[in-house]
């Protein structure tokens, strides 16, 4: 049986319905957001379910976000961490910044949860300084996608052995994977991440097709 885009849409609504059940809060987060004026490209929630469970499965206490939006992965992602666990994102926009904030304060993970209101390009180097190489549990990749191969060996220092590199579009985000190269930057930057990742020896690495793929690799 083909799989044609509308047999995929009602595959991605099963999955968030199944799936990516939460909480009220979590819920009504993207529409709250969206009605103050920020743009609808959050991780849908069976996404956010599969995030929350590797950093269980992961046994994470220290978290790093590239790209905050309004909160929403953040908070899927804060609720996988201890009470000491350390949830650190990145947003250089204060209007999406703000509300997350808000978000946090309001989902009671505001103890662990830290936004850097910066660039992913600018903050990582920082982060690889400030805690060290090999200190991080989960590096979760979501803003600039032609940025990703850039934030790749900074995310490869910061994760230690047994730590996931986690990044959403990674086979579209307006775009799809199959379309010819050389046509969309942001497709060419996902193809040469994914091969840089796939390539490199210390990862062992996947990719879920859940709704516009979340490659997911482990560190040796
Ligand atoms: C796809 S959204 C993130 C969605 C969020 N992870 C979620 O699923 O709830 C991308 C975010 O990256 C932010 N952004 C833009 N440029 C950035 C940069 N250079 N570094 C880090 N984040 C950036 C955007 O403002 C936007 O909020």
Same mark, same amino acid.
């Given at each position: 049986m083909d799989m044609t885009p509308q047999r995929w849409m009602n595959t991605c609504t099963y999955l968030d319905d199944v799936f990516g059940r939460a909480d009220e809060h979590l819920e009504t987060l993207m529409e709250r957001a969206i009605a103050e004026g920020?743009?609808?490209?959050a991780v849908s929630s069976s996404v956010g379910r599969f995030l929350n469970l590797l950093a269980i499965m992961s046994g994470a206490r220290t978290i790093v976000e590239v790209g905050?939006?309004?909160?929403y992965s953040g908070i899927w992602l804060a609720r996988a961490?201890?009470?000491?666990g350390r949830f650190i994102t990145i947003e250089p926009n204060e209007l999406h910044a703000n509300f997350a904030q808000r978000m946090f304060d309001e989902a009671k993970v505001a103890d662990r949860a830290e936004i850097r209101r910066s660039t992913g390009l600018a903050e990582l180097p920082k982060l690889v300084e400030e805690?060290?190489?090999?200190?991080?549990d989960v590096v979760f990749l979501d803003a600039i996608k032609t940025e990703y191969p850039d934030y790749m060996p900074h995310a490869r220092t910061l994760l230690r052995p047994g730590g996931l590199l986690i990044a959403d579009n990674v086979l579209g985000a307006? $775009? $799809?994977?199959?379309?010819?190269?050389?046509?969309?930057p942001s497709r060419d930057a996902a193809d040469r991440f994914n091969r840089m990742v796939v390539d490199d020896p210390a990862f062992d690495t996947a990719c879920a097709p859940i709704r516009e793929g979340v490659l997911v690799a482990r560190k040796r």
């Open positions: 920020i743009p609808d490209i905050t939006l309004a909160g961490l201890p009470d000491n805690l060290g190489p090999n200190s991080v307006g $775009w $799809w994977i199959d379309m010819p190269e050389g046509e969309n």
